[in-house]
C-alpha cells in the first residue's frame, strides 16, 4: 500500500511559480513510477509529468519548459516546480503512483487527494 499527500498549492499571477509537494510512503513505493495529473473544472483528468525509479522524466507538451518534475528519496518527497504559470494551468493537481510509467492514467494505482492551482490573469 503506497500512501501520497500533496501539498503547496495556492493562488498566484500568471508568470509567477509554485512548488508542489507529495509525500510518499509505503512499502517499496520507490519501485514505483510517480506523476503529476490535473483535472480543471468541466475537463478530463490529464497527466503533467512523470518520473520513473531511474530519474527519467516525462512531460505534457503543455509544460515543457515551465514544469520541472523531481524527487528526493531520502525524504520521501515527489515535488513539481511550476514557472511561467498560465491560467490554463488552474487545475487540482494530485500526484500518484503506478506502473508502467507513463502520463496515462490508468496505469497509476495510488492518488493523493489533490492541492488546488489557481492562476490568475
Known amino acids: 500500500q503506497v500512501q501520497l499527500a500533496e501539498s503547496g498549492g495556492g493562488s498566484v499571477e500568471a508568470g509567477g511559480s509554485l512548488r508542489l509537494s507529495c509525500v510518499v510512503s509505503g512499502h517499496t513505493y520507490s519501485n514505483y513510477c510517480m506523476g503529476w495529473f490535473r483535472q480543471a473544472p468541466g475537463k478530463e483528468r490529464e497527466g503533467v509529468a512523470a518520473i520513473d525509479r531511474h530519474g527519467s522524466t516525462a512531460y505534457a507538451d503543455s509544460v515543457k519548459g515551465r514544469f520541472t518534475i523531481a524527487k528526493d528519496t531520502a525524504k520521501n518527497t515527489l515535488y513539481l516546480h511550476m514557472s511561467s504559470l498560465k491560467s490554463e494551468d488552474t487545475a487540482l493537481y494530485y500526484c500518484?503512483?503506478?506502473?508502467?510509467?507513463?502520463?496515462?492514467?490508468?496505469?497509476?494505482?495510488?492518488w493523493g487527494q489533490g492541492t488546488q492551482v489557481t492562476v490568475s490573469s
Open positions: 500518484a503512483a503506478g506502473l508502467p510509467c507513463s502520463l496515462r492514467d490508468a496505469n497509476y494505482n495510488y
